[in-house]
C-alpha cells in the first residue's frame, strides 16, 4: 500500500507549492479561484498523467500546470521505501528511488504503478446523474477486481460451452429435419413390398437379400471401426496434452526467493512435484496402453477387411445370378434396398432424436451452473455494498438492486421486433418482459403461436393463419392497448390476428433472438 507523504508543485498556476499530506481525510477549502480544483487535479495528474483525459480536463492542466511546470509526489510503502515520482506536461514521467536513483521498467502512463480513483465535481454529478448506474457497478467491481474478474473468466467459459452446445443442437436439429424429408420421399415402399407376392425364401433370390443385408451392415462396421480408432487417437493425443500442462505446472514458481514464505514452499515443493511426477506416469502408462489397443484395433480392422472382400465377391457373384431372374423378383429385390434404407434413415433419425435429447438435457444443467456462477457476481457486489454501508455509517446506505439493468435485454427485443409490420413496439415489448427469457425462447422455437398469445395476455380465442396484409394495416393504425382479443370482438377474423403473432415470432428468430441460444 502507497502513502502520498508530499505534493509539490513548480510552476503554473501554483508556483512553489510544496504541501505535506497527513494521513486520514484531507479537505481542502477555499474561496473560488483559489487553486482547489487546480490542486485535486495536479494530485491526479501526477498519479495518472494525461492519457485518455477529455479535452476539457487537459486545456485546464494546460492553463495551470503550463507546458514547464511540474508535479512531483514524495510516495511511502507499508515497508518503509520511499519513491519520487515527477511529471511534467511536456517531459516523460519520472520515478526514483529515496536515494535518487531512477527507477527503470515501470510504464507510469498506465495507472496500475499507483492505481488511484479521482473525480471532479462535474463527473461525480454525472455518475450521480446515471439512471441504471452502470458506472457506481464498476466502482463497486474495482474494490474485488481480482475475484471478479476469476468470475468473469469462469463465466466466459460457460459461455463458450453454451455457444458450442446450442451450434450442436441447431445442427442435431437439421439433421433431423433433413432425415425426415429423406424418409418421406421413400414413400410407401413398406406397404408396396407387402403388397408383392410372397417368394421361397431359399434359392438365389433369397441368398442374394441376405447377402445385400450383410454388404449393409459391412458398411457400418467399417464405418464404426474407423470412428473407434478415431476416438483412441483422441484419447492418446488428450493424454499427451495433459501431460505437457502438467510440464508447464511443474516448472510454475509460486513463491518469490525474497519472500519470508519461501522456506514453506520449499518444503512442500518435493511432495507436489512428487504428485505431478505420478500422475505424468500414470499419463504415460495410459498413453501405451492406448497404443496397444489402437495396435488391437488395426489388427481387428485388417482381418474384418478380408472377410468383407470375401463377402462383397460372394455378392457380386449373386448379383450376376440374380439378374437374370424376372421383373418381379427385380421389383422385389429394388423395394427390398430401399426398405432397408429406409430402416438405416430412421435408425439414424431416432440416433439424431436421441443427441438432441440428450443436448437439450446437458444444457439445462449448463444454464444452471452459468446462472449460479452468474450469481456470485451480484453476492459480490452485495457484500462490496454491505462493507461501505457498514464504514460510511448509519446515515449512508449503499444498495444493490439485481437484475435491475434489462436494457440490452430489451434492445434485443426491439430488434427482433423490426421488420414485423406493427407498430405500438413499447406496449408489445412491455408483455413480452412480462416472460422470462427462457420461457419466451421455448415459445419462439416451438412456434407456440396460442401459448404465445395466452402468456402476453392477448386472448386466447386466436386460431388459423390467412389475410396477414390485411391485419397488419388494422393493428398499424390501432390505439395503444388495442391487443388481438379485442381486434377478434371488432369483427377481424381471429386467423389475421394469429398471423401477426406467427409473423412476430419468424422475426424474432430472422432478427438474431436465438431460442438455441
Known amino acids: 500500500m502507497w502513502t502520498i507523504e508530499q505534493l509539490e508543485i513548480n510552476g503554473g498556476f501554483l508556483p512553489g507549492l510544496k504541501a505535506a499530506l497527513p494521513a486520514g481525510l484531507i479537505c481542502i477549502i477555499g474561496p473560488r479561484g483559489s487553486g482547489k480544483s487546480t490542486l485535486a487535479e495536479a494530485l491526479r495528474f501526477a498519479v495518472k498523467g494525461s492519457v485518455g483525459t477529455s479535452k476539457k480536463r487537459f486545456d485546464l492542466l494546460q492553463a495551470n500546470v503550463g507546458n514547464s511546470g511540474l508535479v512531483t509526489l514524495t510516495l511511502t510503502t507499508d515497508a518503509g521505501l520511499k519513491h519520487t515520482l515527477r511529471r511534467g506536461l511536456k517531459q516523460p514521467a519520472v520515478l526514483l528511488t529515496g536515494d535518487g536513483r531512477p527507477v527503470s521498467g515501470v510504464d507510469l502512463d498506465r495507472g496500475t504503478y499507483l492505481p488511484i480513483d479521482a473525480y471532479n465535481g462535474d463527473e461525480i454529478e454525472s455518475i450521480a446523474d446515471q439512471v441504471l448506474g452502470e458506472t457506481r457497478r464498476e466502482l463497486l467491481d474495482e474494490l474485488h477486481a481480482s475475484e471478479l474478474s476469476a468470475i468473469h473468466l469462469s463465466l466466459g467459459e460457460h459461455r463458450r460451452t453454451l455457444d458450442a452446445n446450442a451450434d450442436q443442437i441447431r445442427a442435431a436439429r437439421r439433421s433431423i429435419a433433413d432425415l425426415a424429408e429423406s424418409i418421406e420421399e421413400f414413400g410407401d415402399v413398406r406397404a408396396r413390398l407387402a403388397a408383392l407376392e410372397p417368394v421361397e425364401e431359399t434359392g438365389p433370390a433369397a441368398a442374394h437379400g441376405r447377402a445385400l443385408k450383410q454388404q449393409q451392415r459391412n458398411a457400418r462396421e467399417k464405418q464404426r471401426s474407423g470412428d473407434f480408432l478415431q476416438k483412441l487417437q483422441s484419447l492418446k493425443d488428450d493424454a499427451e496434452e495433459l501431460k505437457s500442462r502438467i510440464d508447464q505446472v511443474c516448472a510454475t514458481q509460486i513463491a518469490e526467493e525474497d519472500s519470508p514464505n ?95 435429447a440428450q443436448l437439450l438435457e446437458g444444457r439445462r444443467t449448463l444454464k444452471a451452473r452459468f446462472l449460479l456462477e452468474r450469481e456470485q457476481i451480484s453476492a459480490l457486489r452485495d457484500t462490496v455494498a454491505g462493507d461501505l454501508t457498514r464504514e460510511a455509517g448509519d446515515k449512508i446506505r449503499v444498495r444493490v438492486l439485481r437484475n435491475a439493468d434489462d436494457l440490452a435485454y430489451r434492445n434485443l427485443l426491439m430488434q427482433g421486433l423490426k421488420g414485423a409490420g406493427v407498430r405500438n413496439h413499447d406496449e408489445i415489448l412491455d408483455s413480452l418482459l412480462q416472460l422470462r427469457p427462457e420461457q419466451l425462447a ?35 393504425h390501432t390505439g395503444p392497448g388495442v391487443g388481438p382479443a379485442q381486434l377478434v370482438r371488432r369483427g377481424i377474423a381471429a386467423g389475421h390476428v394469429e398471423g401477426v403473432i406467427a409473423q412476430r415470432l419468424c422475426h424474432f428468430r430472422a432478427n438474431g433472438i436465438d431460442p438455441a441460444r
Open 262 to 356: 519461501w522456506e514453506i514452499f520449499h518444503r512442500w515443493e518435493p511432495e507436489v512435484q512428487k504428485s505431478l511426477s505420478s500422475a505424468v506416469e500414470h499419463l504415460t502408462n495410459a498413453a501405451t496402453s492406448i497404443d496397444a489397443v489402437v495396435a488391437t484395433a488395426e489388427q481387428l480392422r485388417a482381418e474384418l477387411a478380408e472377410v468383407h472382400a470375401i463377402q462383397t465377391a460372394e455378392f457380386t457373384e449373386l448379383q450376376k445370378v440374380h439378374q437374370q431372374a424376372d421383373e418381379r423378383s427385380r421389383m422385389r429385390l429394388d423395394l427390398q434396398q430401399r426398405v432397408a434404407r429406409l430402416e438405416e434413415t430412421e435408425a439414424e433419425q431416432a440416433g439424431e432424436k436421441e443427441r438432441l
Open 442 to 476: 421455448q415459445l419462439i422455437q416451438t412456434d407456440d403461436h396460442v401459448g404465445f398469445d395466452e402468456a402476453c395476455g392477448f386472448g386466447p380465442e386466436l386460431y388459423g393463419q390467412d389475410n396477414f396484409p390485411g391485419i397488419v394495416h388494422h393493428v398499424a
